[in-house]
């Protein structure tokens, strides 16, 4: 039995903590706001208002500089994240709104009913906008609490007035109210969030809060108003960020720190309309609506006290499609039945700053039109129109206006030019070539508008019964 013993202690501090995580399986938190733009917390740049327990995420644990959402807008990047499928693979595309009849298909797997099969406790706290109708809605897809918004603050006809008289605050799957007080959306999601830990805390369980800020239109509670040199954005911003320290006090509190990977990240870039009332996507290129990195590149942060090297910044692609296969085999959890375009990035997380990233490429959509692709240090963009601000942007609560643009077929060396300024398509043109053949590729699988061709590896959306 003493050789059994020592063997077994042997094996353990051989194999290390980092492999037998399925044993002991991580709580995990997704903290997921909305157009929140790469520069938009303290650790990637932000100025004029400050995100200390954001920050804290970063010095306890990992920056990633080139971390990538599906598409630019609100379903279609939730979709991604949670499905770990790209969002035209699974016909959500766009920004769903209150007449669709459409939604997440009974027959895909979300990240909550993936971990549900090893016994994680589920909830949702925030914006879905994943189909409003009720058999769309988070309790039909792995979760066991959800309190929030079905889809944005400000769904036309209403956009981009502040009030909109419709707009369902949804508890489950009932109605509690119409026309919220949007003021108290960020805290009681925080509040609800505490509460899910300490009723949880002896077992595991996947917290995701979904912030409704800092869309537009802006709100913030009276103990954050007037707080920052930014004004309204900034302090939207430092209510959110004191939200993250609202879960972090309850984790330590509670003792459940070491237990916990906890993820901040954002749904899509700045809508840059909206001038003071938006983010900054600098040093990037443009903002959400398009594929440029202003769009699709976004701040994420994560910590997972002795398992993620603290203090560390990595710039390997991943992207959100990544998460659902990434604490699957953290948790030991089999991965869904249907194909998934995802991939394990546990490494990406846990191990060296500098490694490989895990896919051969990363593709942008604009809804079925393939915009882009990411090898390495490489993007190729493909000739698309795409909108850009038309002089001067909005101001304080209003948009300033869009115009088309079109691109030429143009590549550009990330590492050495961040903004997508300089097309060196010319200088490389066996970088255009392997790109191009990658896209061809994936054409064949997920299909191309702009090319006019179907992929045979799309599947429908949810349709609504009513």
């Not at 059994?4 to 353990?12: E, F, I, K, R, Y």
């Amino acid at each position: 039995m003493r050789f059994v013993a020592s063997l077994a202690m042997v094996l353990a501090l051989t194999i290390g903590p980092r492999l037998l995580v399925a044993q002991t399986p991580p709580n995990v938190v997704i903290v997921f706001a909305d157009d929140l733009a790469y520069a938009d917390i303290g650790c990637f740049g932000a100025q004029g208002y400050q995100t200390p327990h954001i920050d804290r995420l970063a010095k306890e644990g990992r920056r990633f500089t080139d971390f990538y959402v599906t598409q630019a807008v609100c379903s279609a990047s939730r979709a991604g994240l949670l499905t770990g499928c790209y969002p035209n693979r699974i016909g959500i595309n766009g920004a769903l709104g209150p007449a669709s009849q459409i939604g997440i298909h009974a027959d895909e797997t979300t990240i909550a009913e993936t971990l549900k099969t090893k016994g994680y406790a589920t909830a949702i706290y925030g914006k879905w906008h994943l189909g409003h109708l009720p058999e769309f809605l988070p309790q039909r897809h792995g979760f066991d609490d959800y309190f929030g918004l079905p889809y944005s603050n400000d769904m036309w006809p209403h956009h981009p007035t502040a009030k909109f008289p419709d707009l369902p605050l949804v508890s489950g799957e009932e109605t509690v109210a119409l026309n919220p007080d949007q003021t108290q959306l960020t805290t009681c999601y925080a509040e609800h969030a505490v509460k899910f830990i300490e009723t949880n805390r002896d077992k595991p369980f996947f917290l995701y809060v979904a912030h409704a800020m800092p869309h537009v239109p802006l709100f913030v509670s009276d103990k954050f108003a007037g707080k920052t040199k930014r004004g309204l954005f900034g302090d939207v911003v430092e209510e959110i960020d004191w939200s993250v320290g609202q879960i972090l006090e309850a984790l330590e509190r509670l003792k459940l720190d070491d237990r916990t990977l906890v993820i901040f990240t954002s749904d899509n870039g700045p809508w840059l309309s909206y001038g003071n009332h938006a983010g900054s996507a600098a040093p990037l290129r443009e903002g959400k609506g398009t594929a440029w990195d202003g769009g699709v590149r976004v701040p994420c942060v994560a910590r997972w006290p002795g398992k993620i090297p603290a203090g560390t910044v990595s710039s390997t692609p991943w992207m959100t499609i990544d998460v659902l296969p990434t604490v699957a085999k953290l948790a030991g959890a089999p991965l869904p039945p249907k194909r998934i375009d995802g991939v394990d990035a546990s490494d990406v997380l846990l191990g060296s700053v500098n490694g490989p990233s895990p896919h051969e490429s990363l593709l942008f959509y604009w809804g079925n039109e393939l915009h882009a692709i990411r090898n390495g240090r490489w993007k190729l963009h493909f000739p698309h129109t795409y909108r850009t601000l038309d002089g001067e942007p909005g101001k304080d609560g209003q948009p300033g206006p869009y115009r088309q643009e079109k691109t030429e077929l143009a590549l550009y060396d990330l590492v050495e030019d961040i903004g997508e300024s300089r097309n060196v398509a010319n200088e490389h043109g066996d970088v255009v070539r392997m790109l191009t053949s990658l896209a061809d590729e994936a054409r064949k699988d997920l299909g191309d508008q702009l090319t006019k061709q179907i992929g045979k590896g799309v599947r429908e959306p949810g349709r609504g019964k009513e």
